[in-house]
């Protein structure tokens, strides 16, 4: 079901990255608070690193968590999110 890995960093307005904290990731990955069924094959296993299904679309992944860690105040106005395969 998980069968592919992911890297989240946050990416400042100098260019530097860091890993997201896997509370943030859990926090965005609970379905009750998304709301969206096609995120539900995910699974945070540690500090930047996300496991999920095939089902999960990366296309609207990285967006979908960009603007919930801004909702949540995680990601500072001039930051990015970068959410990549590995």
Same mark, same amino acid.
């Given at each position: 079901?998980?069968?592919? /890995? &992911? ?5 400042? /307005? ?26 539900d ?12 299904? #095939?089902?999960?679309?990366?296309d609207? &992944? ?7 860690? @801004? @909702?949540?105040? #995680?990601? /500072? ?6 959410v @990549?395969?590995?």
């Open positions: 079901m998980f069968a592919r /890995k &992911l890297q989240v960093e946050s990416v400042t /307005k100098d260019g530097e990255m860091r890993p997201c904290p896997i509370a943030w990731i859990d926090n965005f990955a609970m379905r009750n608070f998304t709301n969206d069924a096609v995120f094959d995910t699974l945070p296993i540690a500090d930047g690193l996300l496991e999920v299904g #095939y089902r999960v679309p990366l609207r &992944l990285q967006p979908a968590m960009e603007d919930w860690f @801004r @909702r949540k105040g #995680y990601l /500072k106005a001039d930051d990015t999110l970068r @990549r395969e590995v």
